[in-house]
């Protein structure tokens, strides 16, 4: 009994720092929509935060290469007030919905936080229609709304103040071979919630979408 009740007061202080992917959630919070928002956040058209700064969106290179045999490391500094923070470690994408899941197959993901891994991470899939019903309409991006998406994506909960490590490895399974993606944040949670101005920076709930992301990336300059 010694040996297993560290491993499972691990899992427990781990699980709690994630929010659960069955969660009750609203149409601006669920997994499907804050994953898509990650996306857009990462090509520039979406601020880091949203939801009247509820959620601060993480950074992931959408345009990394990989090779077999190829170890691709990234690291990202994260100063941030105490919010949820989104992550997404995998994006796939297809004309249908089994296209995007055939993709995430060729995937594992292990997340750790503070040298805690969150269990079972497969339940961290999220497959959705960029224009479906479970999609915030301001958050995705016109030309690609008929595009059908998988993510690996968990928020995590607000965190105490100080400094964390999250740390993400990705294994694609490649023919020739096995890439690996490894991402550090550092993270550096401040001792207080979102201030007027990250809130502010958030876009409103009654916001005009041709502003937000709903423009064709061909006619789109980048967000500032």
């Known amino acids: 009994m010694?040996?297993?009740?560290?491993?499972?007061?691990?899992?427990?202080?781990?699980?709690?720092?994630?929010?659960?992917?069955?969660?009750?959630?609203?149409?601006?919070?669920?997994?499907?929509?804050?994953?898509?928002?990650?996306?857009?956040?990462?090509?520039?058209?979406?601020?880091?935060?949203?939801?009247?700064?509820?959620?601060?969106?993480l950074p992931i290179d959408l345009f990394r290469a990989t090779t077999p045999g190829v170890t691709v490391r990234r690291r990202y500094r994260v100063v941030t007030p105490r919010t949820s923070l989104v992550l997404d470690s995998v994006i796939t994408s297809g004309l249908t919905s089994a296209q995007a899941r055939e993709d995430a197959k060729q995937y594992s993901v292990a997340v750790s936080l503070d040298g805690r891994a969150v269990p079972r991470p497969r339940r961290y899939w999220v497959f959705y229609r960029n224009?479906?019903?479970?999609?915030?309409?301001?958050?995705?991006?016109?030309?690609?709304?008929?595009?059908?998406?998988?993510?690996?994506?968990?928020?995590?909960?607000?965190?105490?103040?100080?400094?964390?490590?999250?740390?993400?490895?990705?294994?694609?399974?490649?023919?020739?071979?096995?890439?690996?993606?490894?991402?550090?944040?550092?993270?550096?949670?401040?001792?207080?919630?979102?201030?007027?101005?990250?809130?502010?920076?958030?876009p409103p709930d009654n916001a005009n979408p041709a502003t937000l992301g709903n423009t064709p990336l061909t006619f789109r300059t980048p967000k500032g």
């Open 131 to 202: 224009n479906g019903p479970l999609i915030c309409r301001i958050y995705f991006p016109g030309d690609l709304g008929s595009l059908n998406m998988g993510a690996h994506s968990l928020v995590i909960q607000p965190l105490a103040p100080g400094a964390h490590r999250l740390h993400v490895v990705v294994r694609q399974r490649l023919t020739g071979g096995v890439a690996v993606i490894v991402t550090d944040y550092a993270l550096q949670v401040l001792p207080r919630k979102p201030n007027a101005r990250e809130r502010a920076s958030a």
């Open 2 to 57: 010694r040996r297993i009740l560290p491993f499972v007061l691990l899992i427990l202080v781990s699980a709690a720092w994630i929010r659960p992917p069955d969660a009750k959630t609203d149409m601006d919070t669920n997994p499907a929509n804050l994953a898509s928002a990650v996306v857009t956040h990462s090509v520039g058209q979406l601020p880091a935060y949203i939801d009247a700064g509820n959620f601060r969106l």
